[in-house]
């Protein structure tokens, strides 16, 4: 279906172009005309022609254009360059399509990855990063070159699904629902929805008749049963929009939209378990390392830098490294975008992958009801730049160590990669559940298609390999994970109140040193990044630091609260 014609982009105008335009519109006048044309090339000032054209702009511009000019649509003729792990703020983009009818959308750059197949001189075959010119590489699509979706494709779907669904009393099952698509009535679409409290379901149903037309809206009820509204839970409505019938693209069953929709706990007592507090006696031994037993478990914390380095419950050794801050992150495409403006020279420069640690003071204060509080105040000095840390560990008597990491920032940083923790378990823990959003990688800037729930998998299946070995696999709005071997014995770490994890069995640093995914050595741990949150990801472009404001770490001071929990 050809909607326009289009002259190009990326170029100068001049008198050529307007005797182009002439004599395409005597052939076609039917069909409007799209050209990129700026003079000079690039410039922030309206295109000519039958369309507003730019491309990879910020939000506040693509406005602007269109209020110049009152007589024309804008259309996008690039953005979104998702290049490696990409696709942040696009709905933001998607929000002002929505609010301004003469925007009417883009073209996403890209959809595949333009990798080529090629040898190493041992015969081994990966993909080739070609594009160098920018920095960057020529993988900037939403689906690997062996097309393989990337986890990016899950937001851009939802971003783009054609189904709107408006929040009137979820928690009386009222809803709105909202048919985007111009001549498609939504006959052949059925609606199954599931109640979820504390992550599990329990209350499902199926409404098979959406009598909504083309671009018209329907009020449904769904009868969610008031007695499963349990003060104090968490609760969500889920709503997953699936084709009836087979369709020449994809096969009954096959979900076209969906939602999520939280329910306001209702007032009232707190139906939970009643937990007795902690049984046993704690005993500690204080020097270089200090260290703290109970009935089951031992910890030792190093006073020398105060990490926690040991955690053994029951025999078993649970970190192999230990728990240490952190505040970088490997370099996605979008990181190392924009030369020495870039967030990762930025990064380098300040030297935020090493540190230094200079303990000031230990403070042990046993409690009256049995807990054991330590306090570890420390300062970190980097290449430019100190943080002072006052590490808080609170031991119960069953070994559950609740942790509270203060964080102050002495001198100017770049806006930090995350803030956090890293520690390392043995390979033997290789399942995780958790209970946030998922199931795939999600970021702060990209979560809205990961919906809260209970998850579980593999570690070895939370690493997506692009192209370029980057930052992948992380999870936001974390209340709680579990890491396990095959006993389904482990660790548990919960957020006070939610955390971004990511766990994996390849280290940083075999992801910082590796160029290609072929040349990435899986590592002989589980590697597991506790933070309070990580920069978001950027998307408007690859060239530039874009990651927006409210999706940046620039805060002077940080509080970073969780619990650590063997079972």
């Known amino acids: ?74 259309i996008i003729c690039e953005y979104a360059h998702t290049m490696g792990n990409s696709l942040g703020n696009f709905k933001e983009y998607w929000d002002l399509f929505y609010r301004y009818p003469r925007l009417q959308g883009g073209f996403n750059w890209d959809w595949v990855d333009q990798g080529l197949r090629s040898k190493d001189d041992q015969g081994r075959e ?40 408006e929040d009137i009393d979820a928690s009386q099952g009222e809803l709105r629902i909202s048919n985007l698509f111009f001549f498609r009535t939504l006959d052949d679409v059925e609606m199954r929805w599931e109640l979820l409290r504390d992550g599990l379901a329990v209350q499902s149903g199926l409404v098979d008749r959406l009598k909504v037309g083309p671009m018209d809206s329907a009020d449904l009820s769904v009868p969610v049963d008031k007695e499963l509204l349990v003060p104090g839970s968490e609760l969500y409505l ?133 807990e054991l509080k330590l306090e570890v105040l420390s300062t970190l000095s980097f290449k430019e730049g100190r943080m002072n840390l006052a590490a808080h560990y609170t031991v119960e008597p069953d070994g559950r160590v609740d942790v509270q990491l203060d964080l102050t920032l002495l001198d100017d940083f770049p806006p930090l990669a995350r803030v956090g923790v890293q520690f390392a378990m043995p390979s033997a823990y290789s399942h995780m559940t958790w ?56 660790l548990k770490v919960s957020g006070e109140p939610v955390l971004e994890v990511n766990v994996q069995d390849y280290s940083q640093r075999a992801l910082n040193d590796a160029k290609t995914s072929h040349s990435l050595v899986r590592g002989e741990m589980t590697y597991i990044h506790v933070d309070l949150k990580q920069m978001g990801l950027g998307g408007d472009d690859s060239w530039s630091p874009r990651v927006h404001e409210e999706y940046q770490l620039k805060d002077k001071s940080y509080r970073l609260r969780f619990s650590l929990k063997a079972f």
Not at 12 to 21: I, K, P, V
Not at 25 to 48: F, G, Q
Not at 325 to 352: I, Q, Y
């Open 126 to 165: 990966y993909w080739n990063v070609v594009n160098s010119i920018d920095g960057a590489n020529a993988n900037d699509g939403l689906i690997n070159p062996d097309r393989i979706p990337q986890p990016e494709l899950n937001e851009f779907k939802k971003t783009l699904q054609n189904i709107r669904v």
């Open 238 to 370: 889920n709503l997953s929009f699936r084709l009836k019938h087979d369709s020449p693209y994809a096969e009954k069953g096959f979900e076209i939209a969906k939602e999520q929709l939280e329910i306001a706990s209702p007032n009232g007592p707190s139906v939970g378990p009643d937990i007795p507090p902690a049984q046993g006696k704690l005993s500690w031994e204080q020097g270089e390392k200090i260290h703290i037993s109970g009935t089951d478990f031992k910890l030792v914390v190093d006073a020398q830098t105060g990490a926690l380095c040991e955690y053994r419950y029951r025999g078993a050794t649970l970190l192999s490294e230990p728990l240490m801050p952190c505040f970088w992150r490997v370099p996605t495409d979008n990181d190392e975008g924009g030369g020495e403006s870039s967030f990762a020279h930025r990064w380098r420069v300040a030297g935020l992958d090493h540190y230094s640690v200079e303990v000031n003071a230990v403070h042990l204060n046993p409690q009256e009801n049995g």
């Open 435 to 490: 209970y946030g959003r998922g199931p795939f990688e999600n970021y702060q800037d990209r979560k809205g298609s990961a919906h809260v729930g209970l998850y579980s998998g593999s570690v070895a299946d939370q690493h997506f390999e692009f192209v370029m070995p980057q930052e992948n696999g992380n999870k936001t709005d974390v209340r709680w994970i579990k890491v396990m071997d095959k006993a389904e014995t482990g």
């Open 1 to 74: 279906c050809i909607f326009s014609w289009s002259m190009g982009n990326e170029t100068g105008w001049g008198a050529n172009f307007d005797a182009m335009y002439r004599a395409i519109k005597a052939l076609d006048p039917s069909r409007p005309i799209h050209y990129e044309s700026k003079t000079p090339a690039y410039a922030n000032v309206l295109s000519r022609y039958d369309i507003i054209s730019t491309m990879y702009p910020k939000l506040d511009d693509i406005v602007r254009l269109m209020n110049e000019d009152p007589s024309r649509p804008v």
